[in-house]
């Protein structure tokens, strides 16, 4: 990256992505001093500074967020460009970023992303996990991975996987030793591994049974903010847990964990596979796109549909 011709905004990309100058030094291939002589360089041109050093942390000023915000997208588009006009059109090449949640990456890893590299071996891929939500074309990502509620109603959309299933799920010793649940206002006197969001709030667990919807808090000794834990909990007979169908299916079938409620549990739209349709797609993302809609074709479910 650092040969692309822009050294010294790549160098304040990579420490804003990172946080770190070693970090950054390590993603371009160049040495920390070199990165470090790159953005101060930058900053004495500019007559400002991008970033608040200290011996432990490295983070954005007010102005360096503004510049970067403004810098990235073109950046980004630079450095496309650079790589398709050198790249043979059939085999794309470069590094492919993507910005998804923690729990869909786990999804789509071996079943797509493993294929995709093993087909297009000079790409490269860049996935960001985080729980919150972030602007794609701001942050310079060339797609996004979501649940199809949270994508935002301006970018093209393609369906990733099916359907998917909260559950409500407790092992046999705790059902045995509380009870199974008939309603959710029984809810009440159980206990519940509980999750906490990103944010800080809890999650309350949203239940529906043909159009009827129940937002239940279920009391709970039990605090966390992993859905492998929360499983692992789970199956520790800690208390029921409302986990992602997905998540905890060797569980169901081994009946380590048993699902309660299943009539308040529909399916919801699943991953959705998202980008700008007012920018240039670039050949990575064309050749994920196409393996994704390859693979929904060879399973039945026909061409996915985007939407604009």
């Not at 966390?224 to 029921?240: E, F, I, S, V």
Request: aromatic share 4%.
């Amino acid at each position: 990256m650092h040969r692309s011709g822009l050294t010294e905004l790549d160098a304040v990309l990579a420490v804003a992505r990172r946080g770190s100058f070693r970090a950054a030094a390590k993603e371009l291939g160049m040495s920390t001093s070199a990165v470090s002589n790159a953005v101060a360089g930058l900053e004495a041109r500019l007559a400002s500074r991008l970033f608040n050093r200290t011996t432990r942390s490295v983070a954005l000023t007010e102005a360096g967020q503004r510049y970067v915000a403004r810098i990235e997208p073109a950046v980004t588009e630079i450095r496309r460009a650079s790589e398709e006009i050198h790249g043979d059109p059939s085999m794309p090449s470069g590094t492919l970023r993507l910005n998804t949640s923690a729990g869909a990456a786990q999804m789509i890893f071996d079943t797509l992303i493993v294929e995709f590299l093993q087909r297009h071996p000079q790409m490269k891929v860049d996935i960001v996990s985080e729980a919150k939500l972030v602007d794609i074309v701001a942050l310079g990502f060339d797609a996004g991975i979501r649940l199809a509620e949270s994508v935002p109603q301006d970018m093209v959309a393609v369906p990733l996987s099916p359907d998917l299933r909260m559950v409500v799920v407790g092992s046999p010793a705790y059902l045995a030793a509380h009870g199974v649940p008939q309603s959710p206002a029984d809810l009440a006197g159980h206990q519940a591994v509980r999750m906490r969001l990103s944010h800080g709030g809890l999650h309350h667990w949203e239940l529906e049974r043909r159009g009827e919807s129940v937002t239940v808090d279920v009391p709970g000794r039990v605090l966390l903010d992993d859905p492998l834990l929360m499983r692992q909990a789970a199956r520790a007979g800690m208390g029921l847990a409302f986990l992602s169908e997905w998540h905890i299916r060797d569980e169901l079938a081994r009946g380590e964990l048993i699902p309660v409620l299943q009539d308040w549990c529909p399916p919801f739209p699943g991953l959705r596979l998202y980008y700008p349709g007012h920018r240039h797609v670039p050949a990575g993302l064309r050749a994920l796109i196409d393996l994704v809609r390859e693979r929904a074709e060879a399973s039945g479910g026909g061409e996915p549909r985007g939407r604009r």
